[in-house]
Every structure is written in C-alpha cells, then in structure tokens.
C-alpha cells in the first residue's frame, strides 16, 4: 500500500495523488545582459535536472522575444545563466517540481 495524500473533488474525482508532482514558484525577475551576452541569476539550490524549470518572456508565460533573437538558457548549480544580446532585457521565471 501506498502512503501519502490524495486530493478529491466535491463530485469525488482525484485531482491530485501521493504520485503527482507539484510545482512551486522560486524567483523571477528581468535581467540585462551584459557585454559578454549574459546575465548569470542566483538560484539556491538549481541543479540542472528536470525537478528545475524556466520560462523566458512576459505574462502569460510566452516565449516570445522575436525582436531580441539568441535568448536562451542554461541551468547551473545554483545559477540560472541567460543568454541574450548585449543590453537586451529578458524576464524569467523559475519553478521546482
């Protein structure tokens, strides 16, 4: 037998189960990059697994930086590094699992 909480709705349907994974909000933030072409992020505890998660963009979440092209990511130990042109902004956020 499993151990752990399982969430019901009033009409008695499993929403959420002892073998889900939830996700929680860490940081966010905007950068700029430098003349290097990147901005490096402290992230307590970021790994470069897939408990991390990033989004790149404005609310709602959308990727979308088509007149700042080569925006990109890297998960580091600690360190979210963002790629982006020299000067270029960029927001993000960060999630754990």
């Known amino acids: ?39 490096d992020v402290t992230v307590t505890g970021m790994a470069n697994n897939d408990t991390w998660e990033v989004t790149l963009g404005d609310i709602p979440f959308v990727f979308d930086y088509s007149t700042k092209p080569n925006v990109y ?9 963002i790629y982006a042109n020299s000067g270029n902004t960029v927001d993000y956020y960060v999630f754990r699992t």
Not at 15 to 31: E, N, P, Q
Not at 73 to 81: E, G, H, P
């Open 1 to 39: 037998m499993a151990y752990g909480m399982e969430v019901y709705n009033a009409s008695g349907t499993k929403m959420i189960s002892h073998t889900d994974r939830l996700i929680r909000f860490v940081a966010t933030g905007t950068v700029t990059a430098n003349s290097s072409g990147y901005a």
């Open 73 to 81: 990511f890297a998960k580091q130990t600690n360190n979210l590094r």
